[in-house]
C-alpha cells in the first residue's frame, strides 16, 4: 500500500514547462521583432520611391515647340 504522506515530487514537469515556455516566448519575440524589421525596411523604401512615379510622367508633359519656320512644312503635310 502507498504512504499518503509521502508527497511526490512534480518539480521535474514544472521545470520543464517553465523552459519550454521561455523557449516559445522568446521564438514568439524573435519571429516579431523579424517581421517588425522587415516592415521597416519596406516602409523605407516605400518612402524613399514614393515620386517615383511623377518623374515618368514629367517627360509627357512636354510639349515639342516649333519655330515659325517650321509650321510651313507641318501645315502642307
Known amino acids: 500500500m502507498k504512504n499518503p504522506f509521502i508527497k511526490e515530487s512534480n518539480n521535474g ?3 520543464a514547462g517553465i523552459i519550454m515556455g521561455a523557449a516559445a516566448a522568446g521564438t514568439g519575440i524573435y519571429f516579431y521583432l523579424k517581421k517588425r524589421k522587415a516592415l ?3 516602409a523605407a523604401y516605400a518612402k524613399e520611391h514614393a515620386n ?3 518623374q ?4 509627357a508633359i512636354k510639349k515639342h515647340k516649333t519655330d515659325l519656320h517650321e509650321l ?3 501645315a502642307a503635310n
Open 40 to 42: 521597416a525596411e519596406a
Open 56 to 59: 515618368d510622367k514629367v517627360h
Open 13 to 15: 514537469g514544472l521545470i
Open 72 to 74: 510651313h512644312s507641318i
Open 52 to 54: 517615383d512615379y511623377l
